[in-house]
């Protein structure tokens, strides 16, 4: 997957099914505390955050069940797959994360990792509130009907 974001980011991994299962609030962006190996594996483009999520540990957000996979010519220097990675925010936008999702009772799921203009690589964590499956059925038919009424505007013409 290495399509281009809009800005002239690249893409490295996306969580598509995050918009179809979770009500949107409010996304940020943040830096990722990777390793070497983690980098390189990362632009190899074979990485999964489908079913990653992000928490507050201490007065810290770390992501987990990330999956990375390992670096084939790193051989003994190599990183855990799954292992909890930091997140590099400013703190009061970590506070204020804290606080919706102790509070709230929210999550945090991140949407993308991307690598920035100056190759570092970044992550978009979303604010979610969970569907449940009738607001789930409505997105679908939503974006069915979405899908018929482009095709109808198409023949129209």
């Not at 290495?2 to 830096?31: C, M, P, Q």
């Not at 945090?108 to 991307?114: F, N, S």
């Not at 970044?122 to 939503?142: C, P, Q, S």
Request: proline content about 3%.
């Amino acid at each position: 997957m290495t399509a281009e974001k809009g800005g002239g980011h690249r893409l490295a991994a996306e969580n598509r099914k995050a918009r179809f299962s979770y009500h949107i609030v409010d996304t940020w962006e943040a830096g990722i505390q990777l390793t070497g190996t983690e980098i390189k594996s990362l632009r190899g483009g074979r990485s999964n955050i489908t079913d990653s999520y992000a928490a507050p540990y201490g007065d810290e957000i770390f992501l987990y069940n990330c999956y990375i996979p390992e670096y084939l010519q790193a051989n003994r220097f190599n990183h855990e797959t799954r292992r909890p990675r930091r997140l590099l925010m400013h703190r009061k936008e970590i506070h204020k994360l804290m606080g919706a999702v102790e509070r709230d009772g929210m999550t945090l799921v991140p949407l993308d990792i991307h690598f920035n203009d100056k190759g570092r690589a970044k992550i978009t964590l979303a604010l979610v509130k969970g569907k449940n499956a009738a607001d789930k059925r409505e997105t679908e038919k939503e974006r069915e009907w979405n899908r018929e009424k482009s095709r109808l505007m198409k023949y129209r013409d």
